[in-house]
């Protein structure tokens, strides 16, 4: 069955630093998705993407992050500069359509900022 | 804004239990309603989509309904398992809000054979 697929599992990285956070969507679909889960909090989503640019995102989503596509199959989240708040489980998402198929995640990032 | 909740935030049942999971929504402008599974330190797994126009929505032991108009949908399990042990979340798409899912803040059920 089609999955999502996401590297790392477990990233951990000193405040300050630049990572990124890729995802392999399920190759039919045509929109990505990023959003992230605080410990204990709910899941929020963060930024949209469809036909090479970003259709729609949220207020968390400022200056600090970046999303691409750079080839045929990945996707990805790239952070800047990392902040003890951005420590956080990162999951990607696809569907096929836009609003009205079924979204599909990944096994999620999780991203420790120390 | 679209808010979602879910209640209750922790149910523990016995083995062979049926159980309702509740979510509601303070705005009925959606386009559909999506239930998720998660384990712990897990990613999310798709258990039902049900578009707007539907009442209902059925997969295997899971049920999901939808009164769209009242601003509520319910995830029946039915016989349930040890193995259904996980959090379920809802999550909405509405109409002002573009394909973003909004989501609930979970249950976590508990089924002790």
């Known amino acids: 069955e089609p999955e999502v697929t996401q590297t790392p599992s477990h990233q951990v990285t000193q405040m300050g630093q630049e990572v990124i956070l890729r995802c392999v969507p399920i190759?039919?679909?045509?929109?990505f998705y990023w959003y992230r889960q605080i410990l204990g909090q709910k899941v929020e989503f963060l930024v949209s993407?469809?036909?090479?640019?970003?259709?729609?995102k949220s207020e968390i989503f400022d200056d600090q992050f970046s999303v691409e596509r750079p080839d045929g199959s990945n996707f990805t989240l790239k952070i800047r500069s990392t902040k003890l708040e951005d420590s956080a489980m990162y999951f990607c998402?696809?569907?096929?359509?836009?609003?009205?198929?079924?979204?599909?995640f990944g096994q999620g990032t999780r991203l420790t900022v120390v | 804004k679209q808010e979602v909740t879910q209640i209750p935030a922790a149910l523990s049942v016995p083995e062979g239990e049926n159980l309702v999971l509740n979510c509601s929504f303070t705005?009925?402008?959606?386009?559909?309603l999506q239930w998720f599974r998660q384990d712990p330190g897990k990613g999310l797994t798709s258990l039902l989509l049900?578009?707007?126009?539907?009442r209902e929505q059925t997969s295997g032991r899971l049920n999901a309904s939808l009164d769209k108009s009242s601003g509520r949908s319910t995830l029946y399990i039915a016989a349930s398992q040890p193995g259904d042990s996980a959090t379920y979340l809802c999550?909405?798409?509405?109409?002002?809000?573009?394909?973003?899912?909004?989501f609930g803040e979970g249950t976590q059920l508990t089924v002790n054979p």
């Open positions: 705005d009925s402008a959606i386009y559909n």
């Open positions: 999550a909405v798409r509405g109409e002002t809000s573009g394909s973003r899912l909004t």
């Open positions: 049900i578009q707007s126009s539907q």
């Open positions: 190759s039919n679909h045509l929109y």
């Open positions: 998402a696809s569907t096929l359509a836009g609003w009205n198929t079924e979204a599909f």
């Open positions: 993407f469809y036909n090479n640019e970003i259709s729609e």
